[in-house]
């Protein structure tokens, strides 16, 4: 091996070593800088993301064509905001947004806004009925809701019900579970995603997409039925 590449190897090494304390320094000062991700705008609206995480929506609803997305967690609707804005790119895709207590003060012909808990029936209802006028693109639910690890495992259990082969899940904010400031979150999403894997073998993590641009809130957070 010549020292060059003998140089190259051992930089790559060290590199894969520190890969976790580099990840948990860069995501705690982004969460710092842009307080906790509330400082986040996508054309002047606040949408509380992550912008790795942003990018990865952004690349899964093109790359894997999305036709339909069911995200529980409104608040301002920025999120959904982005969505329909990429949706309006494509010419194609709708979006329902569930919410106890969204701040929402604009309409999208692509979004629709419910008032209500994510795991209430009446919700469900909507959710089912919504989900049955897909045509021939996949779905994927965001989980950005309540982050306490039993309601994200209930989420899971009952959104996972209404996906088919192919669909994609996101479980937003494990990060809480990782980040040593994040301590009273804890137990997070990540352990709900963990539990939820260890009695369903439909559901398969896609680690390439969750660890792709390494700073993300959502460690194990993208799913795909298969
Ligand atoms: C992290 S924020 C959502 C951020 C939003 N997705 C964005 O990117 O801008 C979480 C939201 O979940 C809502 N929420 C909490 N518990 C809920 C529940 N059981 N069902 C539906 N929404 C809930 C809160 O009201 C809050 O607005």
Redesign the pocket.
Known sequence: MSLKRLWASIYWKIVRLLNQQVRVAGLTTLAERTENFAKVTWLGK????NICDAWTIQETIFEQDIELVV??????????FFMASLFDFVGRGRIMS?????KVNFSHPRITFCK????DPLILDKVSKFIATRTDGKLLV?L???HAAD?VLSELQIYSELMRSGDFLLVQ?GAADELPGAWKFRPGPLVAIEKFLENNNSFSVDSERSQRYIFSNSPKGWLYKL
Do not use: H, R
Not at 46 to 49: A, D, I, L, S, T
Not at 98 to 102: G, N, R
């Open positions: 606040p949408m509380m993301q995200e529980c967690g409104t608040l301002n609707g920025g999120s959904a569930i919410d106890i207590d969204a209500g808990s994510s795991t965001l950005d809701s309540n309601y904010d």
